[in-house]
């Protein structure tokens, strides 16, 4: 199992991931519980389901890159998963909550929320976006699902921030509700966020096949190697942000075993040098076309 620059850099984005939401999560609330506006606590809440997110998410990484051992012999990639779940049922937690606390405030309407809380909700939804997409683009460099996870949370927490935003000036300017339906918006957008969480931790687990251009890149690796005629079977899937292939290669039935032996050897050398590749098994063949021929 292999430890890479990339693992080390989605603990540490994930690392400050924890540390940035447990500030904003602070902010919030007290904020919003001076400033009077139900939007931005719920907004906070979002935050703070997004510290117990991070923290699942740092605990996952760290259990992913534990080595393979007695009982786990593909080592423990799928603990990224586990606290996707994690993850996901937190979210869905805290939005039903939110949504039960906005209900109640539809009908039980009081002072206005102060512009302070606006220029809060409207402040935080900018780096939360930017962590967003800088998320995006290293989960999809590693593979890492767990840093997936973390960028729709705060995708979904800068839309929540904008939301309540919306919704605190809405309530400024005499939608005397507005407030309450925003903070009912983000208690939505944060069950969605749950949900889709939810259903890529599920896939995780179900041991998908690795995308189109990973699978090409590895028959490339392959057919680049002396000796190797065809690339006859190739099996992948993900495991944790890596990925495991089982494959078959034709060589020339005239060759001795050990020739075939140390191509197969090679063929295995070639694609773990491939960005992602954590195990390769190989599978010799000879090739039938020369008792054709």
Do not use: C
Not at 122 to 147: D, E, F, W, Y
Not at 211 to 235: F, K, P, W, Y
Request: hydrophobic share 50%; glycine share 8%; charged share 15%.
């Amino acid at each position: 199992m292999l430890t890479t620059t990339s693992d080390h850099r989605n603990r540490r984005a994930a690392t400050q991931n924890l540390l940035f939401n447990l500030v904003l999560t602070v902010l919030k609330i007290v904020i919003g519980v001076i400033g009077r506006s139900q939007a931005l606590i719920a907004d906070g809440v979002h935050s703070g389901a997004d510290v117990l997110s991070s923290i699942a998410v740092v605990v996952g990484l760290a259990g992913a890159g534990r080595p393979p051992d007695a009982g786990h012999h593909y080592g423990h990639a799928k603990a990224e998963a586990v606290s996707q779940n994690v993850v996901a049922t937190l979210l869905l937690l805290a939005g039903l909550e939110l949504a039960n606390s906005a209900i109640h405030g539809l009908t039980h309407h009081g002072a206005p929320p102060s512009w302070l809380t606006f220029a809060v909700a409207l402040t935080a939804m900018v780096p939360k976006a930017v962590m967003a997409v800088s998320q995006r683009r290293l989960a999809k460099r590693t593979g890492s699902h767990g840093i997936l996870a973390a960028a729709v949370d705060n995708q979904m927490d800068a839309a929540s921030s904008l939301a309540a935003g919306l919704g605190i000036l809405a309530d400024r300017i005499g939608f005397t509700q507005g407030d309450s339906v925003a903070a009912l918006v983000v208690a939505l957008l944060v069950m969605w966020a749950g949900i889709d969480v939810f259903r890529t931790a599920a896939n995780d687990l179900m041991d998908p096949a690795a995308d189109t251009g990973t699978e090409e890149a590895i028959r490339g690796a392959a057919l680049a190697v002396a000796g190797v005629r065809t690339v006859s079977s190739l099996r992948t899937r993900q495991h944790g942000a890596g990925v495991l292939v089982d494959m078959e290669i034709e060589v020339s039935p005239h060759l001795s075993l050990v020739d075939a032996h140390d191509i197969a050897h090679a063929v295995q050398d070639s694609v773990t040098t491939l960005d992602r590749v954590r195990g390769v098994t190989v599978h010799v063949n000879p090739d039938r076309e020369d008792d054709r021929s």
